[in-house]
């Protein structure tokens, strides 16, 4: 298993469109943050994936479970980066 595989919240799938767009290990994602990596993943999502892939990422970053996070944090995350 990969490094990206070993964070929590990215699966195969994930870890496989990360890499596609040049995020190729847990170092590089964290170099880059959710919202960056997002943006570079975003038009392989659709609309109805996109909220909860943004909070994997953040989720992942942190080292916990996307639903770990606070509310009001995933809130502010999700209007700045999906508007």
Same mark, same amino acid.
């Given at each position: 298993?990969?490094?990206?595989?070993?964070?929590?919240? @990215?699966?195969?799938?994930?870890?496989?469109?990360?890499?596609?767009? %040049?995020?190729?290990?847990?170092?590089?994602? $964290? $170099?880059?943050?959710?919202?960056?990596?997002?943006?570079? @993943?975003?038009?392989?999502?659709?609309?109805?994936? $996109?909220?909860?892939?943004?909070?994997?990422?953040? %989720?992942? @970053?942190? %080292?916990?479970?996307?639903?770990? @996070?606070?509310?009001?944090? $995933?809130?502010?995350?999700?209007?700045?980066?999906? %508007?």
């Amino acid at each position: 298993m990969d490094s990206l595989q070993q964070m929590p919240n @990215i699966g195969s799938v994930l870890a496989g469109r990360l890499r596609r767009a %040049g995020v190729t290990d847990s170092e590089e994602l $964290r $170099r880059l943050g959710a919202d960056r990596a997002f943006d570079r @993943i975003r038009a392989e999502l659709s609309e109805d994936a $996109r909220t909860h892939t943004l909070l994997a990422l953040e %989720g992942a @970053i942190r %080292g916990t479970r996307w639903t770990a @996070i606070p509310t009001a944090e $995933r809130e502010i995350l999700v209007s700045r980066v999906l %508007g």
